[in-house]
């Protein structure tokens, strides 16, 4: 999948090499990280653009997949409080759902966002061209198309708060 739009030359990448038992030792944990990954998404839902090239993402009904999700237990991040309680609220009904997983294995089908599993530990975010700082990436969240122009991530209208929000509940998935 490509997620960068007309981004394509500023999609960075950073490589790490690690031992075969290091290797072995985080697919253990990724594939231990997040809740479950929900059932396929309901038909419907709402349809938005995106600023790149009229690109349509299919935004599902977050409430129920976001359900169906919680109820399916796993590994979740540990709360951390009530932003933390806000950004999870948010993340399910903002529609980030629709694009994205927390569940690094076994991710829903037709994801059209990255996979966000253990975005709280990254080094950068924005396919590795924004260090992954609190400021940066409520900044983000916020107004992806301000940071990055004609990325595929839309700009849902996210406030200041909110993005705090969702900042807090992302930042404990690590």
Not at 92 to 114: F, R, V, Y
Request: hydrophobic share 40%; with cysteine; net charge positive.
């Amino acid at each position: 999948a490509e997620y960068c739009g007309i981004q394509h030359a500023r999609m960075a990448f950073h490589v790490r090499s690690v031992s075969a038992a290091d290797f072995e030792g985080w697919i253990g944990r990724m594939q231990a990280l997040g809740p479950k990954a929900p059932a396929a998404a309901p038909a419907g839902g709402d349809s938005r653009k995106t600023a790149s090239a009229g690109a349509n993402v299919r935004v599902a009904q977050a409430a129920a997949a976001g359900a169906a999700q919680k109820d399916s237990g796993g590994t979740a991040a540990t709360p951390q409080g009530p932003e933390y309680a806000q950004g999870e609220k948010l993340f399910m009904t903002k529609g980030c759902m629709g694009c994205h997983s927390l569940q690094a294995a076994k991710a829903p089908k037709g994801m059209i966002g990255p996979n966000l599993a253990n975005v709280g530990s990254r080094s950068y975010i924005a396919a590795g061209w924004l260090k992954n700082t609190d400021e940066n990436l409520e900044r983000w969240i916020r107004e992806p198309q301000t940071v990055k122009k004609g990325v595929l991530m839309p700009n849902l209208g996210v406030t200041a708060e909110e993005s705090r929000a969702l900042r807090a509940y992302l930042r404990a998935h690590k």
